[in-house]
């Protein structure tokens, strides 16, 4: 696992990077909602409480695929103090 950090102009963006299977593009829509999850010992709210607490900040969450396999987690928050 790598985690990547930027600061740019206006934004601040963390990304979580992996090499893992990635998500089935069937379940790629549904990661988000609560209580949902493809694995066994799992609760399903992980995400969907992430991407409220980013959104709350007022920034924004997003899962992908990554080529040559495994995701990326990348959240894009703003950046207060320029």
């Known amino acids: 696992m790598e985690i ?3 600061v740019l102009k206006g934004k601040i963006e ?3 990077l992996d090499r893992g299977e990635g998500i089935p593009q069937e ?3 549904k990661i988000f909602d609560p209580f949902y999850t493809s694995k066994i010992n799992g609760s399903g709210v992980g995400l969907s ?10 920034g924004k969450l997003s899962v992908r ?3 040559g ?5 990348r ?8």
Request: no cysteine; hydrophobic share 45%.
């Open 4 to 6: 990547v950090a930027s």
């Open 75 to 82: 959240i894009v928050l703003p950046r207060e103090n320029q």
């Open 49 to 58: 409480i992430a991407k409220r607490f980013v959104e709350a900040a007022g």
């Open 14 to 16: 963390i990304a979580v």
């Open 69 to 73: 396999g495994g995701g990326e987690a």
């Open 65 to 67: 695929n990554r080529k």
């Open 27 to 29: 379940e790629a829509e």
